[in-house]
């Protein structure tokens, strides 16, 4: 079994910093890609920033230039640092985890409890 768990979230005021993590562990063979997602109440889970193994970044349009996931040397971990909040970044965010158990074994994607982030204005 594979366990996704995030940390860092908070409350925070508008135009500050916050740096979420994430770490997956358990029966892993490796993973390819770590993500973000956040849901803000009464809207759907949507994509943050992924990055692969071989450390390719993808970021949403309204994160860009703001935020930077991380991955220390390509393992389990992943980081989100979120620089210039805004109100409109308050949500649950969500961590996930693209997951081989084995060689052999289909990937899997496991998914953390999430961490609350509140930005004030």
């Known amino acids: 079994q594979v366990q996704v768990v995030e940390s860092g979230g908070g409350m925070v005021q508008s135009g500050g910093s916050l740096r979420l993590s994430c770490a997956a562990s358990g029966t892993i063979f490796n993973i390819n890609t770590m993500g973000w997602y956040r849901q803000a109440p009464g809207k759907e889970r949507e994509l943050v920033a992924g990055i692969t193994r071989g450390g390719s970044t993808n970021y949403a349009d309204f994160v860009k230039d703001r935020f930077t996931i991380s991955r220390p040397n390509a393992k389990n971990t992943v980081y989100l640092q979120m620089n210039s909040l805004k109100p409109e970044d308050t949500a649950v965010y969500y961590c996930?985890?693209?997951?081989?158990?084995?060689?052999?074994?289909?990937?899997?994607?496991?998914w953390g409890q999430g961490t609350q982030v509140t930005v004030s204005s």
């Open positions: 996930n985890a693209d997951v081989f158990g084995s060689s052999w074994a289909r990937p899997y994607v496991y």
